[in-house]
């Protein structure tokens, strides 16, 4: 059984498209992410929710919008893709906080944009 | 703020060999310490964690241990296989988030 699941695993799309990518926890975990993985390895935070509330919104452009449904969703939605939006995307969980707790990641999704 | 820099890679190893990949950290009070690792095309898994001062963090041969007087993490394992060729991620707790360093890629030949 999956823990984090993520979808599309991989998408290919055009520049100035909206897309979305879908994650689901099934771990009870009360707190959700979005880290950004660029073409260097690097990996940063985006976003954190906690109980469908937003918690932390890392100075990221406002075309970036996530939605949590309920607290085992966290969606990524993007408007007006640029091709600097090409990166992988990873969803993550974790018991309330991070502070000790191990931070469980998806499998990542790979944007590639064109 | 809160940070972590580890050594630079690739790091190219021999079967078997002995591995360190440092590890150090930027940090008010004293976070968790986590090292994690993405194999080829994969997510990120976690390998270890440490979450006080002087915590030895162990997983499939792999440790590290929490060093508060040197702000270091480093990991080692003893004798590296083909298998453990990755991209290994050092990382801390800043609040309600993980802050990583920017990974070394561990490359092993057969």
């Known amino acids: 059984d999956t823990a984090v699941s993520q979808t599309p695993k991989y998408l290919v799309t055009q520049m100035g498209n909206d897309k979305s990518i879908k994650c689901e926890q099934n771990l009870g975990h009360d707190t959700m992410y979005w880290y950004k993985q660029d073409s260097k390895k690097f990996l940063k935070i985006m976003f954190s929710y906690n109980n469908k509330e937003l918690i932390i919104n890392e100075t990221v452009p406002n075309r970036f919008s996530p939605k949590s449904p309920d607290k085992a969703h966290l969606n990524l939605h993007i408007n007006s893709l640029e091709l600097g939006d090409s990166a992988v995307y990873f969803c993550?969980?974790?018991?309330?906080?991070?502070?000790?707790?191990?931070?469980?990641f998806g499998e990542g999704s790979w944007l590639t944009v064109v | 703020g809160n940070s972590v820099t580890q050594m630079e890679g690739p790091v190219t190893l021999s079967e078997e060999a002995f591995l360190t990949i440092n590890c150090t950290y930027t940090?008010?009070?004293?976070?968790?310490l986590f090292w994690y690792v993405q194999y080829p095309g994969e997510g990120l898994q976690l390998l270890l964690k440490?979450?006080?001062?002087?915590d030895k963090g162990s997983n499939k041969g792999f440790e590290a241990t929490y060093r508060k007087e040197t702000t270091s993490f480093h990991l080692e394992k003893g004798s590296v296989q083909v298998s453990d060729s990755a991209v290994y991620f050092c990382?801390?707790?800043?609040?309600?988030?993980?802050?990583f360093g920017a990974g070394t890629i561990l490359r092993v030949k057969s």
């Open positions: 993550a969980s974790s018991p309330e906080g991070s502070s000790g707790n191990t931070i469980y």
């Open positions: 940090a008010t009070g004293y976070p968790s």
């Open positions: 990382a801390l707790n800043d609040g309600n988030k993980l802050v």
């Open positions: 440490a979450t006080k001062a002087d």
